[in-house]
């Protein structure tokens, strides 16, 4: 099997997460003014995405353990390309939210067993590798959607967005159907029970610990994305144009982020990156927090905080998933739900009173504070012991 290709059809599948919100994050106070609704819930449309994102790992990825990783992943993406077009014709914000679940629950297939595929494909460092291609052509989505989002301002409002979202859907769909080749064969798929399986994941501490920073790195992550359309336009008196840059400059950051973990991976480890990573994450952050008055200047340290968490992600994936390859799927389902839950309660709670860079910035500069403290205090003791990467 060409690894290469397969990335490169994985990458797009796990693009479901960005596209859902990047693609129309420049018309967010747009929506909210259309919809006669606050900022507060016209970012909650994108934490239904992303809730829908999260639960949905839940159940696609251990049904992907037992009946293989193509039928739950095809029946994803075509009720995404569906649901795309219900969003675009509803009348009012609280169906909105709704279909925007479940738009999160359907799309959530091609994100966990992205994961998963990867996982039954490599282990290791060549998993880290893999999963650096991976984030590479997955990146291509949050590079490019605001880009597109913030030229499609100009010429159509947000239920055009999800229209292109629904045809977006579509030819995912053709790609899901014709270009994956099936990676979890019938003898080597799982017989016991689903809860059999996550009693495990659950019992193992280190993967426990893994979970928790997951969590922590979604939830700054989230805020990001949740905040910075507000943050940019708002604060900062940028047009949609000019943040569609911004918001691509940063996704090209954790491109270049990634590939230079995946060049240094080999000599380093994934158990050093993923502590060196996580740490310079968390100053980074902090570092933002202190430039959160100046302006424009405090975009510098974002960008970095972008770079180096780049290439965390992958090295915390492989060293979660090293020992449970037989049941890859429910791993990957808890990993990914530990990323997507968290942040979507938080970021619009921090918005309450409105979005500021302040808000913002702390946030993030908090959550990764306590992930470079769970790293060292839990994971880093963890990993002196010895662990199959």
Same mark, same amino acid.
Do not use: K
């Given at each position: 099997?060409?690894? %290469?290709?397969?990335?490169?059809?994985?990458?797009?599948?796990? /693009?479901?997460?960005?596209?859902?919100?990047?693609?129309?994050?420049?018309?967010?106070?747009?929506?909210?003014?259309?919809?006669?609704?606050?900022?507060?819930?016209?970012?909650?449309?994108?934490?239904?995405?992303?809730?829908?994102?999260?639960?949905?790992?839940?159940?696609?990825?251990?049904?992907?353990?037992?009946?293989?990783?193509?039928?739950?992943?095809?029946?994803?993406?075509?009720?995404?390309?569906?649901?795309?077009?219900?969003?675009?014709?509803?009348?009012?914000?609280?169906?909105?939210?709704?279909?925007?679940?479940?738009?999160?629950?359907?799309?959530?297939?091609?994100?966990?067993?992205?994961?998963?595929?990867?996982?039954?494909?490599?282990?290791?460092?060549?998993?880290?590798?893999?999963?650096?291609?991976?984030?590479?052509?997955?990146?291509?989505?949050?590079?490019?959607?605001?880009?597109?989002?913030?030229?499609?301002?100009?010429?159509?409002?947000?239920?055009?967005?999800?229209?292109?979202?629904?045809?977006?859907?579509?030819?995912?769909?053709?790609?899901?159907?014709?270009?994956?080749?099936?990676?979890?064969?019938?003898?080597?798929?799982?017989?016991?029970?689903? @809860?059999?399986?996550?009693?495990?994941?659950?019992?193992?501490?280190?993967?426990?610990?893994?979970?928790?920073?997951?969590?922590?790195?979604?939830?700054?992550?989230?805020?990001?994305?949740?905040?910075?359309?507000?943050?940019?336009?708002?604060?900062?008196?940028?047009?949609?144009?000019?943040?569609?840059?911004? @918001?691509?400059?940063?996704?090209?950051?954790?491109?270049?982020?990634?590939?230079?973990?995946?060049?240094?991976? %080999?000599?380093?480890?994934?158990?050093?990156?993923?502590?060196?990573?996580?740490?310079?994450?968390?100053?980074?952050?902090?570092?933002?927090?202190?430039?959160?008055?100046?302006?424009?200047?405090?975009?510098?340290?974002?960008?970095?905080?972008?770079?180096?968490?780049?290439?965390?992600?992958?090295?915390?994936?492989?060293?979660?998933?090293?020992?449970?390859? /037989?049941?890859?799927?429910?791993?990957?389902?808890?990993?990914?739900?530990?990323?997507?839950?968290?942040?979507?309660?938080?970021?619009?709670?921090?918005?309450?009173?409105? /979005?500021?860079?302040?808000?913002?910035?702390?946030?993030?500069?908090?959550?990764?504070?306590?992930?470079?403290?769970?790293?060292?205090?839990?994971?880093?003791?963890?990993?002196?012991?010895?662990?199959?990467?």
């Amino acid at each position: 099997m060409n690894l %290469r290709r397969v990335a490169v059809v994985l990458g797009l599948l796990e /693009t479901f997460g960005p596209i859902s919100m990047d693609l129309y994050l420049p018309l967010l106070p747009r929506l909210a003014a259309d919809l006669g609704t606050s900022e507060s819930l016209a970012q909650a449309t994108m934490s239904a995405c992303m809730l829908g994102l999260a639960l949905g790992q839940l159940v696609v990825g251990p049904l992907s353990d037992r009946l293989g990783r193509r039928r739950p992943l095809v029946v994803g993406v075509g009720g995404f390309t569906l649901l795309s077009l219900v969003c675009a014709v509803t009348p009012s914000i609280e169906l909105l939210l709704a279909a925007r679940f479940l738009q999160g629950l359907c799309g959530s297939a091609g994100i966990v067993i992205a994961l998963a595929v990867a996982r039954d494909l490599t282990e290791g460092v060549e998993l880290v590798r893999l999963l650096a291609m991976l984030t590479t052509v997955g990146a291509l989505a949050p590079i490019v959607a605001p880009v597109v989002g913030g030229q499609l301002a100009a010429v159509m409002g947000w239920r055009g967005i999800f229209l292109v979202l629904a045809g977006i859907g579509a030819l995912l769909f053709v790609l899901a159907l014709t270009a994956l080749p099936e990676s979890l064969p019938p003898p080597a798929r799982r017989v016991t029970g689903m @809860f059999q399986d996550v009693g495990v994941l659950l019992r193992d501490r280190l993967f426990l610990c893994f979970l928790a920073v997951g969590a922590c790195g979604g939830t700054a992550f989230f805020t990001y994305l949740a905040s910075i359309s507000f943050v940019v336009q708002g604060s900062f008196a940028l047009s949609p144009q000019w943040f569609s840059v911004c @918001f691509a400059a940063n996704a090209v950051m954790s491109v270049v982020g990634a590939q230079i973990n995946r060049a240094v991976v %080999r000599r380093a480890g994934p158990a050093r990156m993923y502590v060196i990573t996580t740490t310079c994450t968390a100053v980074a952050a902090l570092a933002m927090l202190g430039t959160a008055g100046l302006g424009l200047v405090m975009l510098v340290p974002l960008a970095l905080v972008m770079l180096i968490s780049g290439g965390s992600t992958s090295n915390g994936s492989a060293l979660a998933l090293a020992a449970h390859g /037989t049941r890859a799927g429910t791993a990957a389902a808890l990993l990914g739900t530990s990323a997507f839950a968290v942040g979507p309660v938080v970021a619009p709670l921090v918005s309450l009173n409105g /979005t500021s860079p302040w808000s913002m910035a702390l946030t993030m500069a908090a959550a990764h504070a306590c992930a470079a403290a769970l790293v060292w205090l839990a994971v880093r003791p963890r990993l002196r012991a010895p662990v199959r990467v």
